[in-house]
């Protein structure tokens, strides 16, 4: 499908029809368990990152709703995927989020598992009149393939292999070379919303203005090209190093994008009454610093190196790219409740480049916000002292608190999001009412629809 363009307040039409869904989606639990059986069983899913699981021992774990899988790198040095439930009596076998082991270890009968799954140990073995057949009470493995530095699974087999569910969004984000990149932030928060009205707030920048001021002041959301893919994936193309056109060009470089000027070497006093010359400016200057330092930006057109492309994985993945640094964020379901979630998001920052200039362009911007600081500089090389970040889990109070921030930006979409769940369970609201400019939404719900049989 072309580019499509929204024009907020003006009669575009959308490039796909808008149904005004029911909202029993997000509050019953029948749709939920509709969901667990045609979508989360069915479905390539994100479980990781590569990078976690790089090294023979290496495990992470991945919960899915009511479902936990172990990821782990066998010694024999292949990725698998297994349940994480003890075939004996149906225990959880291992609890931390990730880790490094020779072997899992049930911790109520001490049966014990290689990396592989195989049953290896099973105390009192004797004493089984019904024997111990190895295949049977192996760990159940599920499929498991590693592609764009992601770990994808998928419980049950059957349907389009990865890369043909991915289509063209793989060929999109191979340039990033996200396995490449280093994991910076690892969080997640639990919340008191249904998971698709987090997808549904990444579906759309319809929003943005309202409950994200400070994206007038470096993006251009209101005209931001989006596209619909197959399979319920979609994009959008976010021009930075401007400011909003839904509102008047001010006549001197806003704060962010001066912070970004300066962060490139340039002087934001020469941009004044020119601040349309700012995003070209930014895009050579990256550009050349790149060229001089030898970084393989050549394959990155100059709209990729000031922009941010955000690409929506069906189901439940957002992945936001640049050049020098990536957020995956994902949201899952809770094991039984349709109005919790779990919102993942992970930093990656891809570390090349010389120190002196990561360092002069860190002291240019100033920024203590994530958002700022790695989305827009060169990162120079990976310091010394560089250690995967332990994983910090929370709630969205603690965010609506102030003790925990996941950027500005995002603050601001967990703190509404709970409303939006509240109202939906209002008698006096039925259905959701989609713009033209919310067609990703709608193309994610179809896609939705779709596995669902709906
Ligand atoms: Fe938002």
């Given at each position: 499908?072309?580019?499509?363009?929204?024009?907020?307040?003006?009669?575009?039409?959308?490039?796909?029809?808008?149904?005004?869904?029911?909202?029993?989606?997000?509050?019953?639990?029948?749709?939920?368990e509709?969901?667990?059986?045609?979508?989360?069983?069915?479905?390539?899913?994100?479980?990781?990152?590569?990078?976690?699981?790089?090294?023979?021992?290496?495990?992470?774990?991945?919960?899915?709703?009511?479902?936990?899988?172990?990821?782990?790198?066998?010694?024999?040095?292949?990725?698998?995927?297994?349940?994480?439930?003890?075939?004996?009596?149906?225990?959880?076998?291992?609890?931390?989020?990730?880790?490094?082991?020779r072997?899992?270890?049930?911790?109520?009968?001490?049966?014990?598992?290689?990396?592989?799954?195989?049953?290896?140990?099973?105390?009192?073995?004797?004493?089984?009149?019904?024997?111990?057949?190895?295949?049977e009470?192996?760990?159940?493995?599920?499929?498991?393939?590693?592609?764009?530095?992601?770990?994808?699974?998928?419980?049950?087999?059957g349907?389009?292999?990865?890369?043909?569910?991915?289509g063209?969004?793989f060929?999109?984000?191979?340039?990033?070379?996200?396995?490449?990149?280093?994991?910076?932030?690892?969080?997640?928060v639990?919340?008191?919303?249904?998971?698709?009205?987090?997808?549904d707030?990444f579906?759309?920048?319809?929003?943005?203005?309202?409950?994200?001021?400070?994206?007038r002041?470096?993006?251009?959301?209101?005209?931001?090209?989006f596209?619909?893919?197959?399979?319920?994936?979609?994009a959008?193309?976010?021009?930075?190093g401007?400011?909003?056109?839904?509102?008047?060009?001010p006549?001197?470089?806003?704060?962010?994008?001066s912070?970004?000027?300066?962060?490139?070497?340039?002087?934001?006093?020469?941009?004044?009454?020119?601040?349309?010359?700012?995003?070209?400016?930014?895009?050579?200057?990256?550009?050349?610093?790149?060229?001089?330092?030898?970084?393989?930006?050549?394959?990155?057109?100059?709209?990729?190196?000031?922009?941010?492309?955000?690409?929506?994985?069906?189901?439940?993945?957002?992945?936001?790219?640049?050049?020098?640094?990536?957020?995956?964020?994902?949201?899952?379901?809770?094991?039984?409740?349709?109005?919790?979630?779990?919102?993942?998001?992970?930093?990656?920052?891809?570390?090349?480049?010389?120190?002196e200039?990561?360092?002069a362009?860190?002291?240019?911007?100033?920024?203590?916000?994530?958002?700022?600081?790695?989305?827009?500089?060169?990162?120079?090389?990976?310091?010394?002292?560089?250690?995967?970040?332990?994983?910090d889990?929370?709630?969205?109070?603690?965010?609506i608190?102030?003790?925990?921030?996941?950027?500005?930006t995002?603050?601001?979409?967990?703190?509404?999001?709970?409303r939006?769940?509240?109202g939906?369970?209002?008698?006096?609201?039925?259905r959701v009412?989609?713009?033209?400019?919310?067609?990703?939404?709608?193309?994610?719900?179809?896609?939705?629809d779709?596995?669902?049989?709906?």
């Open positions: 499908m072309p580019l499509a363009s929204p024009r907020p307040h003006a009669p575009d039409t959308s490039p796909i029809p808008i149904r005004n869904f029911d909202k029993q989606r997000y509050l019953s639990r029948e749709w939920m509709c969901e667990r059986t045609e979508v989360w069983a069915r479905t390539w899913l994100v479980a990781g990152l590569a990078c976690d699981v790089a090294t023979p021992g290496q495990y992470f774990t991945f919960e899915i709703g009511a479902e936990s899988l172990i990821v782990a790198r066998g010694i024999d040095g292949q990725l698998r995927a297994m349940h994480n439930a003890c075939p004996h009596r149906g225990t959880r076998l291992v609890s931390e989020p990730m880790g490094v082991l072997k899992f270890v049930c911790p109520y009968h001490a049966w014990a598992y290689g990396l592989d799954g195989s049953l290896q140990g099973v105390p009192g073995a004797g004493r089984f009149s019904n024997g111990l057949p190895k295949d009470l192996a760990l159940q493995a599920v499929e498991v393939e590693e592609a764009l530095g992601l770990v994808f699974v998928r419980l049950t087999p349907g389009l292999s990865l890369r043909e569910f991915l063209p969004v060929d999109l984000l191979a340039p990033y070379r996200i396995e490449d990149m280093s994991i910076t932030n690892d969080q997640s639990s919340h008191t919303c249904n998971w698709k009205a987090i997808l707030n579906a759309e920048l319809y929003h943005v203005p309202f409950i994200h001021p400070i994206h002041r470096m993006f251009e959301c209101a005209t931001a090209p596209e619909l893919f197959d399979h319920g994936h979609t959008v193309y976010v021009p930075g401007v400011t909003d056109s839904s509102f008047p060009t006549e001197v470089p806003t704060d962010m994008l912070m970004q000027l300066q962060a490139l070497g340039l002087d934001p006093a020469e941009y004044r009454g020119r601040v349309e010359a700012v995003r070209p400016a930014i895009q050579q200057a990256k550009r050349r610093i790149a060229q001089a330092q030898g970084l393989a930006y050549d394959g990155f057109s100059d709209a990729q190196l000031s922009d941010i492309w955000q690409f929506n994985l069906f189901p439940n993945i957002i992945l936001s790219v640049t050049p020098e640094s990536a957020w995956l964020m994902r949201s899952r379901p809770d094991a039984g409740d349709p109005g919790k979630s779990q919102f993942d998001m992970i930093t990656l920052v891809q570390f090349h480049g010389r120190e200039d990561a360092a362009a860190r002291r240019a911007e100033g920024s203590d916000d994530p958002e700022i600081g790695t989305h827009f500089r060169l990162n120079g090389p990976r310091p010394a002292d560089y250690s995967r970040p332990e994983r889990c929370f709630t969205h109070e603690d965010i608190a102030g003790h925990k921030t996941m950027t500005v995002i603050d601001e979409d967990i703190s509404l999001l709970a939006v769940q509240k939906m369970a209002s008698s006096g609201f039925q009412w989609l713009s033209d400019e919310e067609s990703r939404v709608q193309h994610f719900h179809d896609a939705l779709a596995c669902l049989g709906a």
